[in-house]
């Protein structure tokens, strides 16, 4: 698992330099981030763009630290070219859930690879389920899918309450992203481990549910 692929060091180096420069070019950060505002003013860009800057070097080192642990999952599955397609579909997918949950909040903004590197863990979890993931807290590693699920369900607790400043919505976007990535590339997953699709799919039909039902 810890090996460390040239797709992940390209990635992480993208991250590394983009995030840099956020960090000392106020003007530059401000025009690349994730803002309502302005993507619906026409900077589609800033969906893509605001998944390279991170808030702080500690934000940057724990997005590409949890990309390092789960990417060689991906990679030694489907190749470095479908891992990097997971990823950017993942990005996408965050910020597109991101804008559909908070379309009437101009002033909404996000930066961070954690809805990309959300989607590369949910990929992890689906095509090896069975992985144990150790947690703080917690002296006993669990299954990797309750882990995965545990999260969503946090993550949905944390878009209806707000709860710091997290991009809970893009984490979860992230998710749905590296899952039907993931499906897309091994359709046969639904047949073979058709429990675990399921299992997996629960949290995304609840935030769906809860949300036309006007609870989120």
Known sequence: ???LHIATIAIIAANVLASLKGFNDTNFFERYKFGIGA???GQKDRMLTSGFLHVDMSHLFMN???LYFFAD???SWFGP???VGIY???LIAGSLLALFFHKDEPYYSAVGASGAVTGILYAAILLQPDMRLGIMFIPIPLPAYVLGIGYLLYSIYGMKKRLGNIGHTAHFGGAIGGYVATLLFKPELLVTDTLMVILLAIPIVILFVMEKLGKI
Do not use: D, E, G
Request: glycine letters at 0%; a positive charge.
């Open 1 to 3: 698992m810890y090996n």
């Open 39 to 41: 993507i619906k003013a």
């Open 64 to 66: 590409m630290f949890t």
């Open 73 to 75: 999952v991906v990679i």
């Open 81 to 83: 070219a479908k891992f």
């Open 88 to 90: 950017f579909i993942s």
